[in-house]
């Protein structure tokens, strides 16, 4: 096996796809093995004490009458009963992290990526155990991990060696999807972060789904980032490369502690 990191991770994941059954096992335990190993580095775990926070009612938490007075006069003086969104609520936000995954499994993907992916997921398991979301999308997105789903990273390390590309990409779908994961989260901060080249081959535009996120983080090839650039710059979302599946944990430890 090569003796770069990089290659020899690619070259293991490749070997997930054998056709021989007992190789390809024995390739996909040690694949999960070095990619949990190598996670751990650096990764660290959010802990802090939760604070109340103002929120949309519709977004759930105990009804706040004190910021809610003014719509529920405005309705009562209309004969109206007031919609949940024009009122506010109140509940306990974790200062910690919530964090969607997205996992670009369109034609594009190939053995370095799927590599990527899942060392990613792996890392992002570490730091955000407790509100933490995979959804791997190509024309359509599915939900992997739902966002307070427990689940060993063992385990999802191995669904995501499982997967395999094919298809269109379809970014409007995987953005709207993380959205819908992370309206429920607890903690303050809400961070999508998306593995992909970014190269939109539906006829949606991924843009306007793009910038309603909290968030945006973008991990994509180094050789292969140009459009991932040009939606961040149209979004205010952030970019880093990867030259390697290697470098997955350090260029998500450089955009989750920035």
């Given at each position: 096996?090569?003796?770069?990191?990089?290659?020899?991770?690619e070259?293991?994941?490749?070997?997930?796809?054998?056709?021989?059954?007992t190789?390809?096992?024995?390739?996909?335990?040690?694949?999960?093995?070095?990619?949990?190993?190598?996670?751990?580095?650096?990764?660290?775990?959010?802990?802090?004490?939760?604070?109340?926070?103002?929120r949309?009612?519709?977004?759930?938490?105990?009804?706040?009458?004190?910021?809610?007075?003014e719509?529920?006069?405005?309705?009562?003086?209309?004969?109206?009963?007031?919609?949940?969104?024009d009122?506010?609520?109140?509940?306990?936000?974790?200062?910690?992290?919530?964090?969607?995954?997205?996992?670009?499994?369109s034609g594009s993907?190939?053995?370095?990526?799927?590599?990527?992916?899942?060392?990613t997921?792996?890392?992002?398991?570490?730091?955000?155990?407790?509100?933490?979301?995979?959804?791997?999308?190509?024309?359509?997105?599915?939900v992997?991990?739902?966002?307070?789903?427990?689940?060993?990273?063992?385990?999802?390390?191995?669904?995501?060696l499982?997967?395999?590309g094919?298809?269109?990409?379809?970014?409007?779908?995987?953005?709207?999807?993380?959205a819908?994961q992370?309206?429920?989260?607890?903690?303050?901060?809400?961070?999508?972060?998306?593995?992909?080249?970014?190269?939109?081959?539906?006829?949606?535009?991924?843009v306007?789904?793009?910038?309603?996120?909290?968030e945006?983080?973008?991990?994509?090839?180094?050789?292969?980032?140009d459009?991932?650039?040009?939606?961040?710059?149209?979004?205010?979302?952030?970019?880093?490369?990867?030259?390697?599946?290697?470098?997955?944990?350090?260029?998500?430890?450089?955009?989750?502690?920035?």
């Amino acid at each position: 096996m090569s003796s770069d990191p990089g290659q020899a991770l690619e070259m293991l994941v490749d070997l997930t796809r054998a056709t021989d059954e007992t190789l390809r096992e024995k390739a996909r335990r040690l694949a999960g093995t070095i990619l949990l190993e190598r996670s751990r580095v650096g990764a660290a775990r959010s802990r802090g004490t939760s604070r109340l926070r103002l929120r949309s009612a519709d977004r759930g938490g105990d009804l706040d009458v004190d910021a809610s007075m003014e719509a529920l006069v405005e309705a009562h003086g209309a004969g109206l009963v007031p919609h949940l969104e024009d009122l506010q609520a109140v509940d306990w936000a974790q200062p910690g992290i919530a964090l969607c995954l997205l996992v670009d499994t369109s034609g594009s993907m190939t053995g370095g990526r799927l590599a990527a992916a899942a060392l990613t997921a792996a890392a992002c398991s570490w730091r955000a155990p407790e509100e933490f979301a995979v959804v791997s999308f190509d024309r359509t997105a599915r939900v992997i991990r739902g966002l307070h789903q427990p689940q060993p990273p063992e385990l999802l390390v191995d669904q995501l060696l499982g997967l395999r590309g094919h298809g269109v990409t379809g970014l409007s779908s995987a953005m709207r999807s993380a959205a819908d994961q992370l309206v429920a989260a607890r903690s303050s901060r809400r961070l999508t972060v998306l593995i992909s080249d970014c190269r939109a081959t539906d006829d949606q535009d991924p843009v306007p789904a793009a910038a309603a996120l909290d968030e945006l983080l973008i991990l994509a090839p180094t050789d292969d980032a140009d459009d991932a650039f040009a939606l961040a710059a149209a979004t205010g979302a952030r970019v880093e490369t990867m030259a390697s599946a290697a470098d997955a944990p350090a260029a998500l430890g450089r955009l989750l502690d920035p």
